[in-house]
């Protein structure tokens, strides 16, 4: 057994090698076999998928043994771990720098690729051979890009290190344990409506069936992509120590640019299954939000940027990552100019009417994504023409998502209340008219009870919230006829766009309230020391040391004090991490529904003084409570058993 795991890192290169020549097959023979008419050779996709998802896990889980081995002669392993390590962050650690992290990229396609290939049975296997095959091409570009540029499993030799470096303190935490899995989840998932909409222009297959075939994919990506972004919201917000949930940083930018395209995608796929519209629409949606994956992966782990959570700042890599971009975007491109001319819409609709409400949701949508786009590529643009640094900071980007969020919530109360190929205004108004008066009226009487005075910013957001769930529930009393008893009855497809769209206005709602309402103070404390902010106080307790398995802090103890009575003790650190020498702050936070104390140490002070940054933040957790309704809504579509039944009977 010894002997064996001496030689564990040649066995993952091999498995990585064999799920490289699995890729190829998965490419070749299938396509061989839809060319020629062979349905034994289409058979071959699905056991060369499942055997190219085989070795990259076995790849992954070899890497995991040589970090919980210690295995330092391992360079990726060296660089990101240490002895000292707690267990599960040497797992995590597996993806916590760019080999790694590429790994499990490629490991979570293989597995999407497996998904479709065991739950694809009612499809017909030519195009279930196309699409395997398409994602067997995303593979082999970026198993060889791991191979050649960013192999985990390089030896450290001749003479291997006795001790690691450590992880990045950073990231021993528990969000770098769920965070990017999930985020890679959407990120790659992504590939399956990618490939669908490739598979249906190849085939000249654009019909309702192939919109049933793939929307159940793409909300299962983009459940995973709405929790992944939230996730990471999360975790800047606690553990960065400053407070904030949303940075506009360029990496988060990358995950947010498909999650946009990719909810356009969902409205647009909709509207082609029930109508046969929008077809070549939905297709163009489908390679945009999969190159806007791929684009955030180039940002990522070419160098071109700086970020706290950028991996890589190898030019070679970035080149590599670019050929791959430009490949996938130009060559389904090309094959969309090709074939998208020859699909024609069926359907008709009037200007007012559900398809013209979804078309203007789709188009803000991929506007909100170009804004965003521009944002995070203009200052690398000015740059590499030599003009000079440049910074697009917060202040622009919420200059021009504010007004486009505004205008989709009031476009997706519209299109709830709206029918299906032909509406009026005269009817559109009177049936959305109560949910408008109560949006105004929850608006304005909302700030005046919460802070005794009115805001702008808090009316407006407040009242398109209001206006989206007020909208939406007058939609479900009227598909419903005011009867409880029949709102189950309208679809798990139908109750899950009102829980999504319930969600986005939560989180409407916690922005609005943590970005106006938000109180903070910095301030000099000494053991002793109360300060007041807002409804509470806070009373340094005392300070000393806190021993970790891996690193010593200084904490402080601090009551928190409301109407007389300590409601919480809260003990922020700020840790040292001697394997890097690096310091870490650790806020402490105490959670309501309604509102965060947030408690972070900034630099210590003389005669036992600390730095002190204090903060109350109203609706911080609806922030990430509407991306969970989002969710769950998204979860709730999958679930209907329409799509099943559906796909079935178009195969027969």
Not at 130 to 155: K, Q, Y
Not at 197 to 213: K, T
Not at 412 to 432: F, H, I
Request: hydrophobic share 55%; proline share 4%.
């Amino acid at each position: 057994m010894e002997n064996l795991a001496l030689y564990l890192p040649e066995i993952g290169q091999f498995a990585l090698i064999l799920a490289l020549v699995m890729a190829v097959l998965q490419v070749v023979i299938p396509l061989l076999g839809v060319n020629q008419g062979q349905l034994w050779l289409m058979g071959y996709a699905r056991p060369f998928a499942v055997g190219q998802a085989l070795f990259l896990v076995i790849s992954l889980f070899v890497l995991a043994a040589c970090f919980v081995m210690d295995d330092f002669s391992v360079a990726y392993v060296a660089a990101n771990s240490n002895s000292l390590l707690p267990v599960q962050f040497k797992i995590s650690a597996v993806w916590g720098a760019h080999e790694g992290s590429l790994l499990l990229w490629v490991t979570m396609l293989g597995l999407w690729s497996v998904a479709v290939a065991l739950l694809s049975r009612s499809l017909p296997l030519d195009m279930v051979a196309r699409v395997l095959s398409i994602m067997g091409m995303i593979s082999v570009g970026f198993i060889l890009f791991t191979l050649e540029t960013s192999n985990p499993f390089a030896r450290h030799l001749p003479s291997p290190p006795m001790e690691g470096g450590d992880l990045n303190p950073l990231l021993q935490d528990f969000g770098l344990i769920v965070h990017p899995p999930t985020l890679y989840m959407g990120y790659v998932g992504l590939s399956v409506a990618f490939a669908f909409a490739l598979a249906a222009l190849m085939s000249g297959r654009l019909d309702a069936a192939w919109a049933r075939w793939s929307r159940p994919w793409t909300t299962a990506a983009w459940i995973f992509l709405t929790v992944g972004i939230a996730l990471g919201s999360w975790w800047a917000y606690y553990e960065l120590g400053w407070g904030g949930w949303w940075f506009w940083d360029p990496v988060e930018n990358a995950s947010l640019m498909p999650w946009l395209v990719a909810t356009a995608l969902l409205h647009s796929l909709a509207v082609t299954e029930k109508r046969g519209l929008f077809k070549s629409w939905t297709v163009l949606l489908a390679i945009f939000a999969f190159s806007l994956s791929l684009l955030g992966t180039f940002l990522v782990r070419s160098g071109v940027l700086t970020s706290v959570h950028a991996f890589a700042s190898d030019p070679e890599r970035g080149v590599f990552i670019l050929a791959l971009l430009g490949i996938c975007v130009g060559g389904s491109l090309l094959l969309y100019a090709i074939k998208a001319p020859t699909v024609a819409s069926v359907g008709r609709y009037e200007v007012v009417s559900r398809e013209t409400f979804l078309l203007l949701n789709n188009l803000v949508l991929v506007v909100m994504a170009l804004a965003v786009l521009t944002g995070t590529l203009y200052p690398l643009v000015y740059d590499f023409m030599g003009l000079g640094k440049l910074s697009v900071g917060a202040a622009w980007f919420n200059t021009m998502f504010v007004p486009l969020t505004v205008i989709l919530a009031v476009l997706m109360g519209l299109g709830a209340a709206s029918r299906w190929k032909k509406d009026t205004l005269p009817r559109l108004a009177g049936v959305t008219a109560v949910a408008a008066l109560v949006a105004i009226v929850f608006a304005v009487v909302t700030p005046f009870i919460v802070q005794g005075e009115w805001q702008g910013k808090v009316v407006l957001g407040l009242g398109v919230a209001a206006w989206l769930v007020a909208a939406t529930l007058a939609d479900i009393w009227k598909k419903s006829h005011g009867k409880l008893a029949k709102i189950p009855k309208l679809g798990m497809s139908y109750l899950g766009m009102v829980l999504a769209h319930t969600g986005v206005a939560i989180t409407i709602v916690g922005v609005t309230m943590v970005s106006n309402y938000s109180i903070e103070k910095s301030v000099r404390m000494s053991p002793g020391d109360v300060e007041t902010l807002g409804d509470y106080q806070f009373e340094f307790t005392q300070s000393g040391k806190i021993e970790g398995p891996n690193y010593t802090s200084q904490a402080v103890r601090f009551n928190v004090i409301q109407d007389g009575e300590v409601i919480e003790q809260l003990t922020p650190e700020k840790r040292h991490y001697s394997a890097r020498n690096s310091i870490m702050t650790e806020a402490a936070i105490d959670v309501t529904l309604f509102r965060d104390i947030y408690v972070s140490m900034g630099e210590p002070l003389e005669n036992g003084a600390w730095g002190m940054r204090l903060q109350v933040k109203p609706f911080m957790r609806w922030t990430w409570l509407g991306a969970i309704f989002m969710a769950l809504g998204g979860f709730l579509a999958m679930l209907d058993k329409r799509y099943r039944r559906r796909v079935g009977v178009a195969q027969a």
